[in-house]
């Protein structure tokens, strides 16, 4: 069993996470499921001894069923957020995401049956230029996308609600 780079006390949780930022004829891909009201970036935990490059690649095709190729690094996203853990309290989070830009394929077509803690992710691609019209995480994503930027983007985000 692999074992995620993370870890939680009280009601406070660390993780490190790897992230696709996957575009394709002007939309980028994001997931959903039938839990949660929100759109997520593809992507999840790097485990220990995992680079993330590797961790990214694994997770993408996990989620999509497809082999992407990295183009490069993009954002080293630092997150602050609540997380629900129940109905009695909230986790204060803080996740460190290496997000990856993909090599575009040239078709959208993809091959996910992938789940999230037993539940049915859908994979959906959402118009950058309407991205926020959707709620989806992180926020910085549409602003990102419809700027120039060169090397590698360090972002902060607080999304607590």
């Known amino acids: 069993m692999d074992l995620d780079c993370g ?10 996470r790897a992230a696709a930022i996957i575009v394709e004829d002007g939309c980028v891909l994001f997931a959903g499921n039938e839990k949660e009201d929100y759109y997520y970036s593809i992507g999840g935990a790097v485990h220990v001894g995992e680079t993330a490059e590797n961790a990214v690649i694994r997770e993408v095709f996990e989620e999509t069923g497809v082999y992407y190729e990295i183009d490069h690094l993009a ?3 630092e997150n ?11 986790l204060d989070c803080h996740e460190i995401a290496l997000y990856f830009m993909m090599k575009p394929r040239g078709t959208k077509m993809l091959h996910s049956q992938s789940y999230t803690m ?7 691609w959402l118009p950058i230029e309407k991205l926020d019209q959707y709620k989806s995480f992180p926020s910085f994503m549409k602003s ?13 985000t607080y999304e607590k609600e």
């Open 7 to 16: 870890f939680t006390k009280e009601n406070k949780w660390f993780r490190y």
């Open 75 to 77: 954002v080293i996203h």
């Open 80 to 90: 602050f957020f609540q997380e629900n853990a129940g109905s009695f309290h909230a």
């Open 118 to 124: 037993g539940v049915r992710e859908t994979m959906h």
């Open 144 to 156: 990102f996308l419809q700027s120039a930027h060169s090397g590698i983007e360090h972002i902060i």
